[in-house]
């Protein structure tokens, strides 16, 4: 799967930063590159601008977002607080935040009560400075004419917000800062920070706040979802709602290239048990998936436990052994798919754990017997259950998805079931992402695809980030 968004833009940005680092010397130059991850270029290839320009235009799209987050954290040139806005908020949009229409910011705004978000004046400023240009001067013709120091909006926040509560509303706050027309990511940390516990210290009105907020917010399909605890205070997320409807995972059948012979043990309260076969031919996830997702160490945790295994080493050797062995023979892709995510994520243990062979319906008639009514889609080849409830299913084509005669005639049908059965997942709250074999060929080919594609969609789901 290639990465194929336009990044022009972003490109463009990063570029103009770039072009600074020709201020340093020729000796310093290189160490720079290599900070940023740029390539190397010797001394000789001409002048330190051109040797600027030579490396950076032979780093790929796919590199550009981690160059762009290495200039914003290291301090190898001065990047004015404009400029570093303009970079962060199209490094921010890789992340495909959630949309928040302008109606509905400015509905939330007009039900906020800025002097009770502003009750802590140092921890409310750090927040705005953080997020907006609290810093640069207004446009004052009679600052200039009469030779004094133009007012800036940290000046007229210190007035109308601090020394005198109600000179401002909310709205008029939202309106000075530019959060109505503000990225959709900028938009979301800042709705985060102002009702997280950095800014409010009071658990009954972070709530309250965020009650407020999501009054306005839900109509156009996003909220503020808690997500964990910061000390003790909630934690919370700006969300897309549509991604967070669906119920909580009672019970995850996977890891069984057969289909399971399964029973209720108590319909009334959906306890199943897997009978028929070997001891362990099919295995059950029955815990609550926390708020960060079904990562490696619940999983780890939960096959130590269930399994009785006192070495938490041999526990997780064996867990990976038996997730192998659940994969096909007949699919070389999805092997290499299963062993290139645990050497690209190496060796973190807080990664999304890659659920292979998940059961996604199940239904005692088979499909002749079932007919017109059939589900169509019984398996998943891998699933991930991401932060705050989202659900990302990678699948695996082979030419058997849209082919018939072993792969020597196109059949239209099939591939009309398959995407079928992809609108089906996404209405239920999926999200599906194809490979094609041959781009899974081999492991180094694999390895290759997914150092590109997981961060990518790490960022688009904000794994890691709270």
């Known amino acids: 799967m290639v990465d194929s968004r336009d990044r022009s833009a972003l490109r463009t940005q990063v570029n103009e930063v770039v072009g600074l680092l020709s201020g340093l010397t020729h ?15 010797p001394e000789e290839a001409g002048t330190k601008g051109e040797r600027v320009k030579l490396s950076f235009r032979q780093v790929p799209d796919s590199e550009l977002p981690r160059v762009a987050q290495r200039l914003l954290e290291q301090s190898l040139v001065h990047v004015s607080p404009s400029r570093h806005r303009r970079l962060e908020d199209l490094l921010w949009e890789e992340e495909s935040p959630a949309e928040i229409p302008k109606k509905a910011r400015r509905e939330l705004a007009r039900a906020l009560d800025l002097p009770e978000l502003a009750q802590h004046h140092d921890r409310f400023l750090r927040l705005l400075d953080r997020l907006w240009l609290t810093e640069d001067p207004g446009p004052s013709l009679d600052d200039l004419m009469n030779g004094r120091r ?37 938009f979301a940390r800042f709705l985060e920070g102002l ?23 839900r109509s156009s399909g996003t909220e503020l979802r808690r997500i964990g605890t910061d000390g003790g205070y909630p934690l919370f997320a700006v969300v897309p709602t549509g991604l967070h409807s669906n119920r909580r995972p009672k ?18 309260d959906n306890d199943i048990e897997i009978v028929g076969g070997r001891p362990g031919d099919t295995l059950v996830y029955d815990r609550e998936i926390p708020s960060a997702g079904l990562r490696w160490r619940d999983l780890h945790s939960w096959w130590q436990d269930t399994r009785k295994l006192s070495d938490p080493t041999e526990a997780r050797i064996n867990l990976h052994q038996r997730l192998r062995e659940s994969l096909p023979t007949n699919s070389p892709g999805q092997r290499n798919l299963y062993e290139a995510y645990h050497t690209v994520l190496r060796p973190s ?15 005692h008639k088979t499909v002749q017997e079932r007919g017109p009514q059939a589900l169509l889609r019984f398996r998943m080849d891998f699933l991930l259950l991401l932060p705050h409830g989202q659900r990302v299913v990678l699948e695996v084509d082979g030419s058997q998805h849209y082919t018939r005669d072993h792969g020597r005639t196109p059949d239209t049908g099939k591939y009309a079931e398959m995407v079928a059965a992809d609108r089906d997942l996404k209405l239920s709250g999926y999200e599906v992402f194809r490979f094609g ?3 899974l060929r081999d492991l180094d080919a694999t390895e290759k695809l997914l150092r590109q594609f997981l961060p ?11």
Request: hydrophobic share 40%; net charge negative.
């Open 349 to 363: 243990v807080d990664v999304p754990a890659l659920l292979p062979e998940v059961w996604l319906h199940w239904d």
């Open 27 to 41: 000796a310093t130059l290189n160490p720079a590159f290599e900070q940023l991850g740029m390539p190397s270029v």
């Open 150 to 186: 133009p007012t800036t909006l940290r000046d007229d926040l210190q007035r109308h917000v601090f020394r005198n509560p109600g000179d401002w509303s909310a709205e008029e706050l939202f309106e000075k800062l530019g959060a109505f027309e503000a990225g959709d990511a900028r």
């Open 195 to 217: 009702v997280s516990a950095d800014v409010l210290l009071d658990e009954h009105l972070q709530e309250a706040t965020v009650s407020t907020i999501n009054g306005c917010l």
């Open 456 to 466: 990518a969609m790490f960022r688009r789901y904000r794994v890691g980030s709270s």
């Open 251 to 268: 019970n995850i059948i996977f890891a069984s290239p057969r289909k399971p012979d399964i029973r209720f043990r108590s319909s009334v």
């Open 437 to 439: 074999h041959d781009e």
